[in-house]
């Protein structure tokens, strides 16, 4: 199965104005008329019990969008995907793996010999597969098993971590683009 990434890093204009939809959207416009020939603005979308997006008239188009720091990506396949993107902050990591982990992950990840690198991938991984299934928040992240679909862990610069859920494996595509609005 073929996976194409269609992503940006965000114009220096356009830091701090909450943009990080509209450029998404620009990127889901721009991507679904390059590989499938179809026009946004006439392709009507519905979401799932969870709020997750579809195109109502395109069964065989999936697509998911995710945005963090200076990226903005849209993953689109021919079945259910899920792509999270996630800049590295300082948090307080033990509070967080609390609800985001089983607990007897929470020493392994906090004793890793990179700890944040560890904590991030976890985090990317659960909220790519959340999107992938459709549940968003409304599941406990503490209980995905990870024993169902296949995962890409994303090579991204430094300060960065990124994972793609589907239930095939993808051999992805990525394609940039210079997002400018007007």
Sequence with gaps: MNGII?????RDEYNSKNMEHMIGEKLLE??????????LAFEPRSKGEHGK????????IH????H??????C???????GIDVQIHKKVNYERILERLVPADM?????DADDMEKAFFAQWVLREAYIKWT??????????ISMDKGNYIMLELEPGYSGAIWSRDSLELRFEYEDIILK
């Design 6 to 10: 269609y992503y940006t890093k965000i």
């Design 30 to 39: 721009i991507g679904l008329e390059r590989e499938f020939g179809r026009k």
């Design 53 to 60: 997006p579809f195109f109502t008239l395109l069964p065989r």
């Design 63 to 66: 697509y998911n969008i995710t």
């Design 68 to 73: 963090s720091g200076k990226y903005v990506m």
């Design 75 to 81: 993953l689109f396949a021919g079945e259910e995907v």
């Design 106 to 110: 929470i020493r392994e990840i906090l």
């Design 134 to 143: 459709g549940e968003g928040l409304s599941r406990d992240l503490r209980t």
